[in-house]
């Protein structure tokens, strides 16, 4: 009988804490539908990882073997870069070039938060895994904090994750302060009728592959990856292996990288004032990262004398296409004939890109 209670005597009020936030994290993915193929996993592995004696955890779990197969090994993160990559397309950042600058402008959160988090005791790799989550790409911060701090993964990669759910709560009221109606209501000329040739479309994932890798080599896993993906697709002649990495690829990658993230929240590593400090920090860097941008397009309207939409510049954060289309939504609330997605896509494609050299230039220079 003793052993049969052995559970429930083991069971802490921390223990059922974590029970409640693992229940948050369903009931947003359920009900409010934000990111349910990775809330829900991991508020799901969260509950797992917090039951008293739980086998699924441990030297023996299935989900410590996940973790040390797929996280430590940064394979589960590489997975999803080739899924991703095969999901892109790039003729809408073709199209429009200049969109590149507002992928590098929304990656300033990522800075900000770095230098706050230091200036708040984080040693520097805390500090830099912390602010890549500005990067709004859940991939490029498990793999950063994988490498720098590991014992920060659990509340880094949920505050990426959660965060990359709530973009249409987020960016809405950063966007409105720090812009006016009549910006809103700019109108930009789409550039539908740019050609993009096949071959720029093969030779693009090849380029930048190329050329990232050489102005930094650590950054190849991750930009190879991506680029890797989007090679298969554009080459024509691959349609089942692009379906398989569409499809089946991210939705089993995404399906046990969710539940592995969420055994890391145990109620020991998670429940503590460093842990409510990331989560805070996380929340900054995305806010930065959408003032970054908005701001760099302000800036850029006292040059140009066709003005652009300071919301594009929102849009060059990573959360794809959630951003984009956040913007576009924003823009006809302003005025229902204006349309502006074409743009915002193009930016958010950026977004893409500039997360990822981001997280390699920290991964650079931090030593």
Known sequence: MEDLLLGLKSLSVQNIIM????GILIYLAIEKEYEPMLLLPIGFGAILANIP??????????LTLLFKAGI?????????????????????LLKQPFMLFFGAAAQFGIFFTMSMAALLGFSLKESASI?????????????????????LLAPISVAAYSYMALVPIIQP?????????????????PNFDVPISRTVEILFPITVTIIAGIIA?????????????????????????????QNELANLVTLLLGITIGSTMSAEQFLNPKTLLIIAMGLVAFIFDTAGGVIFAKILNLFLKEKVNPMIGAAGISAFPMSARVIQKIAQ????????????????VAGQIGSIIAGSLVLLLVK
């Open 217 to 245: 080599p650590i950054s190849v896993a991750l930009v190879g990856s991506l680029m890797f993906g989007n090679l298969i697709r554009v080459s024509g002649v691959l349609d089942r292996l692009t379906k398989a990495a």
């Open 53 to 62: 004696l739980s086998s699924a955890v441990g030297q023996d779990g299935f």
């Open 131 to 151: 602010g890549i989550i500005g990067a709004a790409d859940g991939p490029t911060s498990i793999y950063v904090a994988t490498k720098f701090a590991r014992h």
């Open 19 to 22: 029970f409640i936030i693992g």
């Open 173 to 189: 009221p950063v966007i409105k302060l720090l812009t006016t109606p009549a910006e809103r209501k700019i109108r930009m000329k």
């Open 333 to 348: 609330k302003e005025d229902p004939s204006n349309f502006i997605l074409m743009q915002a896509v193009g930016a958010n």
């Open 72 to 92: 430590l090994t940064e394979l589960f993160p590489i997975l999803i870069f080739i899924a991703v990559g095969a999901m892109i397309d790039f003729k809408p």
